[in-house]
């Protein structure tokens, strides 16, 4: 079967907004089922010989991301402050425009969030001044979607190799990818510490998988789009399959800006602009937005009404509400011999002995440690905080060394707080006159105690590891972020969430909202594993909404 | 508007963004998308020879803009700066895809002549200086948004595609130990060559 290509005004089951790791999911899923669904993607649709091994195009030129010349953004750390546009034009919520989202362009570290991400607040109590609570859904709810993301998605690991693993009811599909020796160096220190290195899991081919080919270790992951097709980002996994049901149209070029209401307070369809600027209505029965944790809420709060005055779906004025980045902070270390880290994949080693939050560590906090390197060679030159040199001899001597060189990143949580937020520019507008993101955003303290505190842990591995030079990283607040999280949470209580357990909206019945704004917790690092199991669950119980009538 | 106090501003928050190697460790600078087609075109044309002349610099600041990158990654056995055609890339940059900084550049690197004259009387430019006295100098500028931003282009200069004007025929690739090849195959380096296996642990859980 081929494509559908649906008539001007055509009534469709569902409208999707944005193609990305969960907008992917939800439109294969939705369109397995039976449904007609017409996928919305502000971004283009390119292919595997589109995509480049150049540095400069993709980190520094916005080659393939969401660019400050159409789409402008503002930034401040406090409510209190007017927030600016950045200078030097990045932005701070980041993501891939193009079909397959950010799913095209991740570094594919395939975490799944364990039991504790989502009853945390049940086990450890609450934290004043934040708006930490439990999921309403549990790790059991949710692992046989885990288990589809591993099968339907494609990711390679080793099942049960790490401890504090939870379970998984099947094993991994594919084998892990061939260690790095960034792997091996992580792996030898963190044993002789006692603590359990393991294969990572990785959302990229170790072997031919479902007409893909395997990895060919060319080391252009993260930030890249993938040239061998490896990578199992939604464009070459979900989206050929759902326009393989005929029933699925990707609608690319065309910038979903405003959903409508009727007098009910249903949704009707959206309007979008198409790659002329030209504005039209599609009609649809029911919605699902799955645009990222940043544009879901701006479709939101600028889809104001008569009966939504706030905006749609949030009675509660909690959308927007709760962004979290997570943390981060590394090591690098120089080693005796070369390890070549700019080859294959970025991840090939991780440890979760550092998961739970521990009160003796007299802060809240959690999180995981991998082994890698920024294999390109200008972010590696440029990475320039902490004690590294900066210029001269030693500066070159460092780059001189790069062959020899690895780092080790520790990736850990944001506490939830109702400071931290998308909201609307009262000014700016982006290139189609629609008013702008907003970022307003302050990392709490415990964040960055536990930034801290695992960059100690990765410094005493590369120790033991036999580094004979290491060098910490700076260790800094947040002001961007490519981890968009928690801006519609998922709760029972209609006043301190947006959507329910199912992703329905509390507000309007015909609206579901599925990405990474669902999130209530900021899981460890590593979403996007966690978005796509939602996006499975959610589009299973739509799609029973649907065939009941319940929609 | 103070511009000075804006590059300050910028080059803060890149500086921030490129140390944080926790995520993306990169900053997403400012885009010029559709200047890239362009660039490249051009650049096909040129990479394989020096340009004759600068499109944005005149002849004295390409010069003391040289002299700087030279000293931030210095010539030697391997290649610095100077041979990578490091300036030829910024000159290019700040009239193209980087050309929204540019006046921002002019700026500062004006301010860095002038403290540069203040500072050694005698000497006609800092590129006419000897070595030890560039070094000693830019040793009290090295914070500054000119040195910042020089620092950021010259890596550029130095490691981007060589269709962009820099890198001249891979050197800075070469310098660094970098293989620009497609595709590679394991082992990929001294110790996962040496790797006997991954050792499950003993199959108790823990808490």
Same mark, same amino acid.
């Given at each position: 079967?081929?494509?559908?290509?649906?008539?001007?005004?055509?009534?469709?089951?569902?409208?999707?907004?944005?193609?990305?790791?969960?907008?992917?999911?939800?439109?294969?899923?939705?369109?397995?089922?039976?449904?007609?669904?017409?996928?919305?993607?502000?971004?283009?649709?390119?292919?595997?010989?589109?995509?480049?091994?150049?540095?400069?195009?993709?980190?520094?030129?916005?080659?393939?991301?969401?660019?400050?010349?159409?789409?402008?953004?503002?930034?401040?750390?406090?409510?209190?402050?007017?927030?600016?546009?950045?200078?030097?034009?990045?932005?701070?919520?980041?993501?891939?425009?193009?079909?397959?989202?950010?799913?095209?362009?991740?570094?594919?570290?395939?975490?799944?969030?364990?039991?504790?991400?989502?009853?945390?607040?049940?086990?450890?109590?609450?934290?004043?001044?934040?708006?930490?609570?439990?999921?309403?859904?549990?790790?059991?709810?949710?692992?046989?979607?885990?288990?589809?993301?591993?099968?339907?998605?494609?990711?390679?690991?080793?099942?049960?190799?790490?401890?504090?693993?939870?379970?998984?009811?099947?094993?991994?599909?594919?084998?892990?990818?061939?260690?790095?020796?960034?792997?091996?160096?992580?792996?030898?220190?963190?044993?002789?510490?006692?603590?359990?290195?393991?294969?990572?899991?990785?959302?990229?081919?170790?072997?031919?998988?479902?007409?893909?080919?395997?990895?060919?270790?060319?080391?252009?992951?993260?930030?890249?789009?993938?040239?061998?097709?490896?990578?199992?980002?939604?464009?070459?996994?979900?989206?050929?399959?759902?326009?393989?049901?005929?029933?699925?149209?990707?609608?690319?070029?065309?910038?979903?800006?405003?959903?409508?209401?009727?007098?009910?307070?249903?949704?009707?369809?959206?309007?979008?602009?198409?790659?002329?600027?030209?504005?039209?209505? /599609?009609?649809?029965?029911?919605?699902?937005?799955?645009?990222?944790?940043?544009?879901?809420?701006?479709?939101?709060? @600028?889809?104001?009404?008569?009966?939504?005055?706030?905006?749609?779906?949030?009675?509660?004025?909690?959308?927007?509400?709760?962004?979290?980045? @997570?943390?981060?902070?590394?090591?690098?270390?120089?080693?005796?011999?070369?390890?070549?880290?700019?080859?294959?994949?970025?991840? #090939?080693?991780?440890?979760?002995?550092?998961?739970?939050?521990?009160?003796?560590?007299?802060?809240?906090?959690?999180?995981?440690?991998?082994?890698?390197?920024?294999?390109?060679?200008?972010?590696?030159?440029?990475?320039?905080?902490?004690?590294?040199?900066?210029?001269?001899?030693?500066?070159?001597?460092?780059?001189?060394?790069?062959?020899? *060189?690895?780092?080790?990143?520790?990736?850990?949580?944001?506490?939830?707080?109702?400071?931290?937020?998308?909201?609307?520019?009262?000014?700016?507008?982006?290139?189609?006159?629609?008013?702008?993101?907003?970022?307003?955003?302050?990392? =709490?303290?415990?964040?960055?105690?536990?930034?801290?505190?695992?960059?100690?842990?990765?410094?005493?591995?590369?120790?033991?590891?036999?580094?004979?030079?290491?060098?910490?990283?700076?260790?800094?607040?947040?002001?961007?972020?490519?981890?968009?999280?928690?801006?519609?949470?998922?709760? @029972?209580?209609?006043?301190?969430?947006?959507?329910?357990?199912?992703?329905?909206? =509390?507000?309007?019945? @015909?609206?579901?909202?599925?990405?990474?704004?669902?999130?209530?917790?900021?899981?460890?690092?590593?979403?996007?594993?966690?978005?796509?199991?939602?996006?499975?669950?959610?589009?299973?119980?739509?799609?029973?909404?649907?065939?009941?009538?319940?929609? | 508007?103070?511009?000075?106090?804006?590059? /300050?501003?910028?080059?803060?928050?890149?500086?921030?963004?490129?140390?944080?190697?926790?995520?993306?460790?990169?900053?997403?600078?400012? *885009?010029?998308?559709?200047?890239?087609?362009?660039?490249?075109?051009?650049?096909?044309?040129?990479?394989?020879?020096?340009?004759?002349?600068?499109?944005?610099?005149?002849?004295?600041?390409?010069?003391?803009?040289?002299?700087?990158?030279?000293?931030?990654?210095?010539?030697?056995?391997?290649?610095?700066?100077?041979?990578?055609?490091?300036?030829?890339?910024?000159?290019?940059?700040?009239?193209?895809?980087? *050309?929204?900084?540019?006046?921002?550049?002019?700026?500062?690197?004006?301010?860095?002549?002038?403290?540069? =004259?203040?500072?050694?009387?005698?000497? *006609?430019?800092?590129?006419?200086?000897?070595?030890?006295?560039?070094?000693?100098?830019?040793?009290?500028?090295?914070? #500054?948004?000119?040195?910042?931003?020089?620092?950021?282009?010259?890596?550029?200069?130095?490691?981007?595609?060589?269709?962009?004007?820099?890198?001249?025929?891979?050197?800075?690739?070469?310098?660094?130990?970098?293989?620009? /090849?497609?595709?590679?195959?394991?082992?990929?380096?001294?110790?996962?060559?040496?790797?006997?296996?991954?050792?499950?642990?003993?199959?108790?859980?823990?808490?």
């Amino acid at each position: 079967m081929t494509a559908r290509k649906f008539k001007p005004d055509e009534m469709v089951d569902f409208v999707v907004v944005g193609s990305g790791a969960a907008g992917g999911v939800v439109a294969r899923e939705l369109s397995q089922g039976g449904f007609s669904v017409l996928v919305f993607e502000q971004g283009p649709r390119l292919s595997a010989a589109d995509f480049e091994h150049d540095e400069l195009k993709y980190f520094f030129l916005n080659g393939i991301t969401n660019s400050p010349k159409y789409a402008p953004q503002t930034f401040r750390k406090l409510p209190t402050e007017t927030a600016k546009q950045p200078l030097g034009g990045f932005l701070p919520a980041s993501y891939a425009r193009l079909v397959g989202g950010s799913s095209t362009h991740y570094t594919a570290n395939f975490w799944r969030f364990h039991e504790i991400d989502f009853n945390e607040r049940s086990v450890i109590g609450g934290i004043p001044g934040t708006a930490f609570a439990d999921w309403p859904i549990s790790y059991q709810e949710l692992e046989p979607y885990y288990t589809k993301v591993d099968w339907e998605v494609g990711v390679s690991g080793l099942g049960n190799a790490s401890p504090f693993d939870p379970p998984r009811s099947k094993p991994y599909p594919m084998p892990p990818l061939p260690v790095k020796s960034s792997g091996v160096l992580l792996e030898r220190g963190a044993r002789k510490l006692g603590l359990h290195p393991f294969p990572a899991p990785m959302a990229i081919a170790s072997q031919p998988y479902r007409g893909r080919s395997q990895c060919i270790h060319c080391g252009f992951c993260m930030g890249y789009g993938c040239e061998a097709r490896a990578k199992s980002s939604t464009l070459y996994t979900m989206i050929p399959e759902a326009e393989a049901t005929g029933l699925c149209e990707i609608r690319a070029n065309s910038f979903v800006y405003h959903v409508d209401t009727d007098a009910q307070g249903r949704t009707t369809g959206v309007h979008y602009f198409d790659s002329n600027k030209g504005s039209h209505f /599609q009609p649809a029965r029911a919605v699902v937005l799955s645009a990222n944790g940043a544009e879901t809420t701006r479709l939101l709060l @600028n889809s104001t009404s008569n009966r939504f005055p706030q905006g749609l779906a949030n009675s509660s004025g909690m959308v927007g509400k709760h962004l979290m980045f @997570n943390q981060g902070s590394g090591v690098q270390g120089l080693f005796e011999h070369n390890l070549n880290e700019y080859k294959s994949v970025q991840v #090939t080693r991780i440890l979760h002995d550092f998961y739970d939050s521990d009160p003796k560590r007299g802060f809240y906090g959690g999180g995981g440690i991998d082994a890698r390197i920024n294999p390109q060679p200008a972010l590696w030159a440029l990475d320039s905080g902490g004690d590294l040199p900066r210029w001269g001899a030693e500066f070159k001597a460092r780059l001189e060394a790069f062959p020899r *060189a690895m780092a080790s990143t520790g990736h850990t949580t944001s506490l939830p707080l109702e400071s931290n937020s998308i909201s609307i520019d009262p000014t700016l507008k982006d290139a189609w006159g629609i008013p702008a993101i907003r970022v307003t955003y302050k990392d =709490h303290p415990d964040d960055l105690a536990m930034a801290k505190f695992l960059q100690d842990r990765s410094y005493e591995i590369l120790e033991a590891a036999g580094a004979q030079k290491i060098w910490r990283n700076e260790i800094s607040e947040n002001v961007f972020g490519v981890h968009l999280l928690g801006t519609a949470r998922m709760g @029972n209580d209609p006043a301190t969430s947006v959507v329910d357990k199912y992703h329905r909206t =509390h507000d309007v019945r @015909n609206l579901f909202l599925c990405d990474g704004s669902s999130f209530v917790t900021s899981g460890r690092g590593q979403p996007t594993m966690t978005i796509q199991a939602l996006a499975f669950r959610a589009a299973d119980y739509i799609g029973q909404f649907a065939k009941r009538n319940e929609i | 508007m103070n511009a000075s106090e804006d590059t /300050q501003d910028e080059i803060s928050r890149r500086s921030f963004l490129l140390s944080s190697s926790g995520l993306f460790s990169s900053m997403w600078v400012a *885009a010029h998308w559709p200047g890239i087609a362009a660039a490249a075109h051009h650049a096909d044309q040129v990479s394989d020879a020096a340009p004759a002349h600068f499109q944005f610099f005149s002849a004295a600041e390409g010069a003391d803009v040289e002299a700087v990158s030279a000293q931030i990654v210095p010539s030697g056995s391997t290649s610095g700066a100077r041979e990578a055609h490091a300036v030829f890339f910024i000159d290019r940059s700040l009239s193209t895809y980087f *050309a929204s900084m540019a006046p921002g550049y002019r700026l500062v690197l004006a301010d860095f002549q002038g403290k540069f =004259h203040a500072a050694s009387p005698g000497v *006609a430019s800092f590129a006419a200086a000897g070595s030890d006295q560039q070094i000693a100098f830019l040793k009290t500028v090295d914070r #500054t948004p000119f040195f910042e931003m020089t620092r950021t282009l010259t890596v550029l200069g130095m490691f981007s595609s060589p269709k962009y004007g820099g890198n001249f025929q891979g050197s800075g690739w070469k310098m660094m130990g970098f293989a620009d /090849q497609h595709a590679f195959a394991p082992p990929f380096g001294y110790y996962d060559a040496e790797y006997k296996g991954f050792v499950p642990y003993p199959a108790e859980k823990h808490a």
